[in-house]
């Protein structure tokens, strides 16, 4: 329960005051997040074509960043560091469903390199994407071991799910 308090109470006793104030944030807090959710199916739906394809054009260049950075340690490139794998690979999992809620109608016209096949092979265009997915959630496993081997081996398999995926659906 949350108390007012006078001045000489809050100076007697700052504790309740402070216990007081943390709820507040933690109520603050809840109704963002619940603001946050109700928004989502909002944010989903774009106010123009244009719109969609930058969002997943982002969301791609975002997911391609992150799992570049992995792949740059898994093969070498650059020092390996258990920690920064990890954190990428999480970072590239999370933004991997994100893109495809902007393949709507309208938005394979305009400045895409989406072939007309994500469309009109709709099926195979969201199994590629889950197999995508997949094969992510597999890296982001391996990279919270720590296990470099491990890391590897998941690697492989998501470059190829995204090949495919390029092979068949995207504009070179």
């Known amino acids: 329960m949350i108390e007012k308090l006078s001045a000489s109470e809050a100076?007697?006793?700052?504790?309740?005051?402070?216990?007081?104030?943390?709820?507040?944030?933690?109520?603050?807090?809840?109704?963002?997040?619940?603001?946050?959710?109700?928004?989502?199916?909002?944010?989903?739906?774009?106010?123009?074509?244009?719109?969609?394809?930058?969002?997943?054009?982002?969301?791609?260049?975002?997911?391609?960043?992150?799992?570049?950075?992995?792949?740059?340690?898994?093969?070498?490139?650059?020092?390996?560091?258990?920690?920064?794998v990890a954190q990428n690979a999480e970072i590239a999992t999370m933004m991997s469903p994100l893109p495809y809620s902007a393949f709507g109608e309208g938005t394979d016209k305009g400045d895409t390199k989406a072939k007309p096949e994500v469309w009109t092979e709709g099926d195979k265009f969201r199994a590629a994407a889950a197999k995508m997915q997949e094969e992510m959630t597999k890296l982001n496993a391996a990279a919270k071991t720590g296990n470099l081997d491990a890391i590897k081996t998941a690697f492989g398999p998501v470059g190829q799910a995204c090949k495919a995926c390029h092979d068949h659906f995207r504009k070179e």
């Open 11 to 84: 100076f007697i006793n700052p504790t309740i005051v402070v216990e007081n104030a943390g709820m507040k944030k933690l109520i603050l807090a809840a109704a963002v997040v619940s603001g946050l959710i109700a928004a989502l199916p909002a944010a989903a739906q774009f106010q123009k074509p244009e719109d969609a394809i930058k969002y997943r054009k982002a969301a791609f260049n975002v997911m391609a960043t992150h799992f570049g950075r992995v792949g740059a340690m898994a093969n070498g490139r650059v020092p390996f560091d258990a920690k920064a």
